[in-house]
């Protein structure tokens, strides 16, 4: 069931049609700026963005994208490549039910059925395993360390999994250590033999010491090849940003998560008093809970919705949903009600159920057409442009000199663009890896391809639809001021001064093209628009803001 379901997201999401033919598939666009550094790799250009770009690490996920070069080795036509990765989604998101059915077992065989179906309907894990990310390939191996970390399970299983989870991403390893010293505590509260006790004791940490180990070689290697110590991408997501914006950020995201999936987690909560006694429902419990910790900690993702979720809270919906399985059997012995209990759990509030079951699926389904615009419409091949989406169009548009806006593959903009923490939408205060603006290169490019520029009117936003934001939330935000702040413009003058540079493409809301009318002033700093003193005034601002 769970492979059709990914099949019909295959066709109907990500398939893009053209006069009744199918002309490419493209995986979300974070996975596609991962499939360009894969295809430079292959051609012999290195791990850079595109063949001629600076050396920037604009990806977190080396594992996955040395197996996306793997299949740009193989010829496949570009307009295809992304299949074979739509593919492997399917696979491991059938072998992540499968360990979740398997954890399950180790409280009864009745929970792992329902906790089954539950993940088989699920929209959030469907999507990450769909979405071409490695998340959901992640989260399937710490479902499976979990189960072998069991009294009796494989040492060797649990060794190879922490090897190759953390060169697929090095933060795999927080949940390593977390459910190795969880298993640990357990066996040392537990009635073992100590002879047991103690030769399990040394095994454990086996495989948190190789992948230790993986984790030291890869940033030496990071060092050397991008002279960086992490990637950019930490340098904008979590560096960039002060640790009290990112815990209430991702604290907020934490919360929105709960209500948005109330069933699960109040169905989880009866598990877990029903299992209270269960040390094994204790190590479920660190691993949900490293999950929601190091969410909180980097701010959220970006994928925060009823239909998404975010990446690092799907690590712990092994535990989520077993849980929740166990207060459904708990609650009822009926199989109609477990039944209206799994749809309640994977389609969660607001009631009526039908409403979010549309809701839900209708953005499972969401076209990424959105990320691909014909650019060669509008500028001749070799033109620099600007790009907020930065995986989908430069995938498929070869001959233009990208730059990123956002900072995730330019060092400079990570570091010490603009800062636009007041770009989130409430009540997030901020998107991750959106909170700063290229300083550097907005005035001098032909283009703003899927820039965050929405509009350059304050009447094109709805005040009614923000009105607890600016009332509740406006105060505490960097962007004080007149400008309104649904719109990432630091001031008025700032904004007059982009609408003078540049007109809307209005086939694609977001995407700009230069004025016939050229400004041919060249500015490096967004302050230089405005007068001297609001000037100094805006600096000022910039250098005291978070």
Known sequence: MSACIGALVIVVAYGHWEEGKLVRFALIDDAMISMSFARSLAEG????????????????????????????????????????????????????????????????????????????????????????????????????????????GSIAWMTGIAMIGTVVRLDFILGVITL??????????????NEAKNQRLKLLWLPVGLALLIALVITLWRKNYYDAWVPNTYELKVASVPLGWRILNGGIAAFMHVGMNLPAWALAAVGLWVWRASLQAWISAALLGVSVAYSIYVGGDIYESATQSNRFLLNGFVTLLVWAA??????????????FLVLLVSYG????LLSQIAYRWKGLFRSQQEFYIPVERYFPPGTPLLVGAAGT?????????????????????????????????????????????????????????????????DSAASPLRHWWWSNLVHSLSPCRGRVPPWLPFPTAAFRDRFCAVYEPIREFPGSWKRRSTRITTPLSNPSQALPPQQQTNLRHKMSSSP
């Open 393 to 457: 169009t430069p995938y498929f548009f070869r001959g233009y000199r990208w730059i990123d806006l956002l900072g995730k593959i330019d060092t400079a903009t990570a570091r010490r663009g603009l800062v636009v923490l007041c770009n989130g939408r409430p009540p997030l205060l901020y998107f991750p890896g959106h909170t700063r603006l290229d300083t550097f290169h907005l005035w001098n490019v032909e283009g703003v391809v899927r820039g965050i520029f929405i509009s350059c009117t």
């Open 180 to 193: 190795s010293a969880a298993r640990a505590l357990s066996l040392w509260i537990g009635k073992v033999p």
């Open 45 to 152: 250009c290195g791990l850079v963005w595109y063949c001629g770009a600076e050396k920037v690490e604009g990806y977190t996920n080396l594992g996955w994208v040395l197996y996306m070069a793997f299949w740009h080795l193989l010829g496949i036509p570009p307009a295809y490549t992304s299949l074979p990765i739509f593919l492997t989604g399917l696979f491991t998101l059938v072998w992540h039910i499968r360990g979740i059915y398997q954890v399950g077992c180790l409280f009864d065989e009745k929970i792992a059925h329902i906790a089954a179906w539950m993940a088989a309907v699920f929209p959030p894990l469907i999507f990450h395993h769909t979405s071409g990310l490695e998340a959901g390939f992640l989260a399937m191996l710490l479902t499976y360390y979990l189960y072998e970390s069991r009294p009796s």
């Open 326 to 339: 166990a207060g459904t059997a708990t609650l009822s012995s009926r199989p109609v009600s477990w039944a």
């Open 349 to 352: 509030l607001p009631i009526p």
